[in-house]
């Protein structure tokens, strides 16, 4: 028996939104905790502290990796929700499509901000 596949989630299959769900959630785990010791090991927070803190190569492709994270971990949810939830094929559409706008307005809008430092 085959895991049924659904056209619009994230990965191939249940399993996989699942097992992408739990990556990403780790991922944003460790980036929290990751800034959590940031925030306690530096003694005096200053903008050019934190202007520096982001301007490295290594923050500016964890903080994408985090935000590739979020966005993920929120369609795959909220695709969940609204297929559960939502039996109307056309509100479900509609919701499913300003979900993705605004993934793809954070996607670009985080890109702009991480890579223009």
Request: proline share 3%; with cysteine.
């Amino acid at each position: 028996m085959g895991v049924v596949t659904a056209s619009t989630s994230l990965g191939r299959s249940g399993l996989h939104d699942w097992i992408i769900q739990r990556v990403s959630a780790l991922v944003m785990l460790a980036y929290v905790i990751y800034l959590g010791y940031f925030l306690c090991t530096t003694p005096e927070l200053t903008f050019p502290v934190w202007q520096e803190l982001f301007a490295s190569t290594f923050m500016k492709v964890f903080s994408l990796l985090a935000l590739l994270s979020v966005i993920g971990h929120a369609w795959i949810g909220l695709w969940i929700v609204s297929t559960d939830y939502m039996p109307k094929l056309a509100i479900r559409f509609i919701f499913q499509v300003l979900v993705i706008l605004i993934c793809l307005a954070l996607l670009v809008w985080g890109i702009q901000i991480l890579w223009s430092l």
